[in-house]
């Protein structure tokens, strides 16, 4: 596949080449680099630049619809030759952290038992640390974490992306944005030492002179459902994956409340031992990054 599409699609949808940047992990100067040799070699401007945001060209929407076509085409190829050309163990043990364990993985596991019937799927989950402890001791093939990656044993490859925002009960009086120093006054919901979410949220006021020590926080409860049952019965605030929180969202339950020029996105990460080869890691690591 040429990655040129996957970059020019993606700057087309998002109408952003730093947007696009971020979303595939790339400089801004190598997006702008990939487009300008699609346009170089289709000998036409894909897309009119204006204040920061691009918008397609005629030439630029046809290709659009092209790149469509060829990287479904291209995954579907992948999928013909590579989903069943190695057959897992009858059992197998996954570990997820918290987040991705109640609100990710479920909608995609499904899919790879329909793939492969015969195996016995089991999901163990808890918080990173104690995720990329089974991984360290050997008692799971592999996690997938939130956080920063940080243990020197293991080896970590991004997976998604993710974005952590400020939620609170929908009756809560407060305004739909406020400024970070806000916080301060705020009672707030955190997840326990060694949440992967927990050291996100640190290291993100801390860069912002925001210390855990001088936050009003009201409780310290060990997943996200308990921080949310936690919200609908009280006037509080937590930080919680986008990802946790969509039914809420939809159903009312929960509002979002922006902080003026903060934000906190992440990855989560594939992680396994260093120097570990496992055709079974490669098999599910290549069905959760189409299907999730």
């Given at each position: ?236 605030f937590a930080f ?38 496992s055709p079974n ?12």
């Amino acid at each position: 596949m040429d990655f040129r599409l996957k970059v020019f699609q993606t700057v087309a949808e998002l109408q952003s080449f730093t947007k696009a940047a971020k979303m595939l992990s790339l400089s801004q100067p190598a997006v702008s680099k990939h487009i300008a040799e699609l346009e170089k070699k289709y000998n036409h401007s894909l897309f009119i630049r204006n204040n920061g945001r691009v918008q397609l060209t005629p030439e630029g929407n046809y290709l659009l619809s092209k790149t469509k076509q060829i990287l479904q085409l291209f995954a579907e190829t992948e999928e013909h030759f590579f989903s069943n050309q190695h057959n897992l163990p009858k059992e197998i043990c996954l570990g997820a952290s918290s987040s991705i364990a109640q609100y990710i993985l479920p909608k995609s596991l499904p899919k790879l038992k329909k793939l492969y019937p015969e195996t016995h799927f089991l999901l163990k989950s808890g918080n990173t640390d104690e995720i990329e402890n089974l991984v360290i001791e050997q008692k799971i093939p592999f996690g997938l974490i939130e956080g920063t990656h940080r243990n020197p044993s293991l080896q970590y490859e991004r997976f998604l992306k993710d974005e952590i925002v400020l939620v609170c009960n929908s009756n809560t009086q407060t305004n739909d944005s406020i400024k970070l120093k806000t916080l301060l006054k705020l009672p707030l919901v955190l997840r326990e030492q060694g949440s992967g979410t927990r050291a996100i949220i640190e290291n993100h006021l801390r860069e912002n002179n925001i210390f855990l020590k001088d936050l009003q926080v009201d409780a310290v409860l060990n997943n996200s459902e308990s921080i949310k049952t936690y919200l609908n019965h009280s006037d509080s605030f937590a930080f919680i994956s986008i990802h946790a929180i969509l039914d809420d969202l939809k159903g009312g339950n929960l509002k979002i409340v922006d902080i003026a020029s903060f934000s906190m996105e992440r990855y989560f990460y594939f992680t396994t031992l260093k120097g570990h080869y496992s055709p079974n890691y490669t098999t599910l690591k290549r069905f959760f990054s189409k299907n999730i």
